[in-house]
């Protein structure tokens, strides 16, 4: 059986490093997704404290949309085939 060693500190400061960069992107993309729903699905004008039907609607098909584009394009750059 190999032994396991365990990480160095450049091979710590490296795995902190990428968890870092994969927060700041989840973070960014978590506002621009919320950002583009409410620009998109919401009335400027709140004529209610809670969302109608059609707004729920909306924010529910936008969201999946996001969802799906998102992981389509990381699917196409992961695997560097060009867009079909």
């Given at each position: 059986?190999?032994?396991?060693?365990?990480?160095?500190?450049?091979?710590?400061e490296q795995i902190f490093g990428m968890a870092e960069k994969e927060m700041e992107y989840r973070?960014?993309?978590?506002?621009?997704?919320?950002?583009?729903?409410?620009?998109?699905?919401?009335?400027?004008?709140?004529?209610?404290?809670?969302?109608?039907?059609?707004?729920?609607?909306?924010?529910?098909?936008?969201?999946?949309?996001?969802?799906?584009?998102?992981?389509?394009?990381?699917?196409?750059?992961?695997?560097?085939?060009?867009?079909?």
């Amino acid at each position: 059986m190999a032994a396991t060693s365990a990480p160095t500190n450049i091979e710590k400061e490296q795995i902190f490093g990428m968890a870092e960069k994969e927060m700041e992107y989840r973070v960014d993309l978590f506002n621009r997704l919320t950002a583009t729903c409410f620009d998109k699905c919401i009335e400027k004008r709140y004529k209610e404290s809670e969302l109608n039907m059609g707004e729920n609607g909306c924010i529910d098909r936008c969201v999946s949309k996001y969802w799906q584009v998102t992981n389509l394009v990381g699917q196409l750059l992961g695997s560097n085939r060009p867009p079909v």
